[in-house]
Antibody, heavy 129, light 107 residues
Framework: EVQLVESGGGLVQPGGSLKISCVTS????????LHWVRQASGRGLEWIGR??????????TYGESVKGRFTISRDDSKNTAFLQMDSLQTEDSAVYFC????????????????????WGRGTTVTVSS | DIQLTQSPSFLSASVRDRVTITCRAS??????LAWYQQKPGKAPKLLIY???TLQSGVPSRFSGSGSGTDFTLTITSLQPEDFGTYYC?????????FGGGTKVEIK
């Protein structure tokens, strides 16, 4: 069974840092891009960023609201991805989800798309003094 | 950045009703659009990708259509378990983005 499990969330003061993890199992982690998405309480989904595979030089891309403050990394030997969050602000309080991007075939278009097909349950980060 | 506008933001419908949710992109995203369902306290679940391809295991009452800037998610016969919030997401251009969501309530 494919699983993603986030951990490491908690309470942190404004200006502080936190590193959360996404441990995966049931698939070839090294062959998949991994995304992070967050959701503030009662709000919608916000895409944070993604990390590609070794074949794609572990390239990362970030959303504007976290660029320069958040860093995504991965350890393929441990099937784990990480989200390092620095200079945290109260508006970063949210549930943080990791999600796998898989090649899924479209017969209509005759090629693969890469939607977020499996998600973890999320870990809660609260930024407050 | 590409903005996605969903409508309506809320809808209340009866079992067996036909439900339609729309998603409009601020610029063309070709067919790089996905739909997700999220229930309270749970992670989102992929329903449709490539604008119209049903993810494995998703009931056939769900369907998607559209290309470019205008997309639709249709539930042909609403079931009690279909309550929740539905989000569209564009995967054409980074940064990726989600629509604001449509909350579906069963009357």
């Amino acid at each position: 069974e494919v699983q993603l499990v986030e951990s490491g969330g908690g309470l942190v003061q404004p200006g502080g840092s936190l590193k959360i993890s996404c441990v995966t199992s049931g698939f070839i982690f090294s062959g998949s891009a991994l995304h992070w998405v967050r959701q503030a309480s009662g709000r919608g989904l916000e895409w944070i960023g993604r990390i590609r595979t070794k074949n794609n030089n572990y390239a990362t891309t970030y959303g504007e609201s976290v660029k320069g403050r958040f860093t995504i990394s991965r350890d393929d030997s441990k099937n784990t991805a990480f989200l390092q969050m620095d200079s945290l602000q109260t508006e970063d309080s949210a549930v943080y989800f990791c999600a796998r991007a898989s090649p899924l075939y479209s017969s209509r278009d005759s090629f693969n798309y890469f939607p977020l097909d499996v998600w973890g349950r999320g870990t809660t980060v609260t930024v407050s003094s | 950045d590409i903005q996605l506008t969903q409508s309506p933001s809320f809808l209340s419908a009866s079992v067996r009703d036909r439900v339609t949710i729309t998603c409009r992109a601020s610029q063309g995203v070709a067919g790089y659009l996905a739909w997700y369902q999220q229930k309270p306290g749970k992670a989102p679940k992929l329903l449709i990708y490539g604008a119209s391809t049903l993810q494995s295991g998703v009931p056939s009452r769900f369907s998607g259509s559209g290309s470019g800037t205008d997309f639709t998610l249709t539930i042909t016969s609403l079931q009690p378990e279909d309550f929740g919030t539905y989000y569209c997401q564009q995967l054409d251009t980074y940064p990726l983005s989600f629509g604001g969501g449509t909350k579906v309530e069963i009357k």
